[in-house]
């Protein structure tokens, strides 16, 4: 089946820092990808779609230039959550599209980001 | 707008017991709806979907959920829990004419021995 990866599984950084989130399609190309914010007992809650070679669309109060994404490759999309603070420390989860079926979306196992 | 509710935000049963996770759903459209589990430390894996085909859907390991447009209800059932069933459980409805999808606020099931 379709298996979609991210990497770090978890990341303790200091306020103000930077942090990269990969998130990989390892057996398909992904059309489309989206990342997704979950906090703790929470629903998840869409940030952002991607498709591959364009911009972002941002679902509203989502700051873009806070919480950037770049979909470079069929198989490879990274969140930076720049500048991070403390109230940014939440479980990132991503999910890509194959394209088949365009409401079908594969989930990775998700981030888990602390900010001290 | 679409939207979907999860009635229960815990539900507790006994191995061998029957499950009943209950989900009703807005749409002005006929939706695309689904049922998503999340285990502890692994990806959500997508148990079934519902595409207004058979209102009664199969998925994966023995669950299954019924469409009901006059209840606008799509509730999610397992004849008999398993140990291996607790986990959190979201039901979904897609965005009409995107790929977005909307979760509820998921239902941990606990199954005890």
């Known amino acids: 089946g379709a298996v979609v990866s991210q990497h770090p599984s978890w990341v303790i950084c200091k306020s103000g820092t930077s942090v990269k989130i990969e998130c990989r399609s390892l057996?398909?190309?992904?059309?489309?990808m989206f990342w997704y914010r979950q906090f703790p007992k929470q629903s998840l809650m869409l940030m952002a779609t991607s498709n591959e070679g364009s911009k972002a669309t941002y679902e509203q109060g989502v700051e873009k230039d806070k919480f950037l994404i770049n979909h470079a490759s069929l198989t490879l999309s990274t969140l930076t959550v720049t500048s991070a603070h403390p109230e940014d420390s939440s479980f990132y989860i991503c999910?890509?599209?194959?394209?088949?079926?365009?409401?079908?979306?594969?989930f990775g196992p998700g981030t888990r980001l602390t900010v001290l | 707008a679409q939207s979907v509710t999860q009635l229960d935000s815990h539900v507790s049963v006994s191995e061998g017991t029957p499950v009943l996770l209950r989900c009703n759903y807005s749409?002005?459209?006929?939706?695309?709806l689904f049922w998503y589990v999340q285990h502890p430390n692994k990806g959500l894996q997508l148990l079934l979907k519902y595409t207004s085909a058979a209102t009664l859907v199969k998925g994966i390991n023995g669950f299954e959920a019924e469409f009901k447009k006059s209840e606008t209800s799509f509730h999610l059932t397992k004849p008999s829990a398993h140990m291996s069933d607790a986990a959190e459980y979201f039901c979904v409805v897609s965005v009409t004419n995107t790929d977005k999808l909307i979760f509820g606020t998921g239902t941990r099931l606990q199954v005890f021995p």
């Open positions: 057996d398909f190309q992904a059309t489309t």
């Open positions: 749409s002005s459209y006929s939706p695309s």
């Open positions: 999910s890509a599209d194959t394209g088949i079926s365009t409401d079908t979306q594969y």
